[in-house]
């Protein structure tokens, strides 16, 4: 059984499209098809006063739980509660 000429065609035409629609999100290019980078959404916001934020909310509480010493150990409990 041969397949219907129109369906190779609609597939085709499916396929390139598809193509083109992944090639414009992984490599963005003008008309003549060269790559264009896109302008970095991270330039200039400053991440390292961000980082600097978050290291001094999270650093006490590591500290806090590295003085406290090793958690005490928990022993393992069988379902229904039978030892």
Do not use: K
């Not at 629609?21 to 302008?39: E, K, T, V, Y």
């Not at 959404?41 to 003085?67: D, I, K, N, W, Y």
């Amino acid at each position: 059984m041969t397949v219907p000429p129109a369906l190779v065609a609609t597939a085709r035409c499916l396929w390139q499209w598809e193509w083109q629609r992944l090639m414009a999100g992984l490599a963005p290019a003008d008309r003549d098809g060269n790559f264009q980078r896109r302008p970095s959404e991270f330039a200039g916001a400053g991440l390292e006063s961000q980082l600097e934020q978050a290291l001094q909310a999270v650093l006490p509480v590591v500290a806090t739980r590295m003085m406290s010493g090793p958690p005490e150990p928990v022993a393992p409990q069988m379902p229904g509660g039978a030892a």
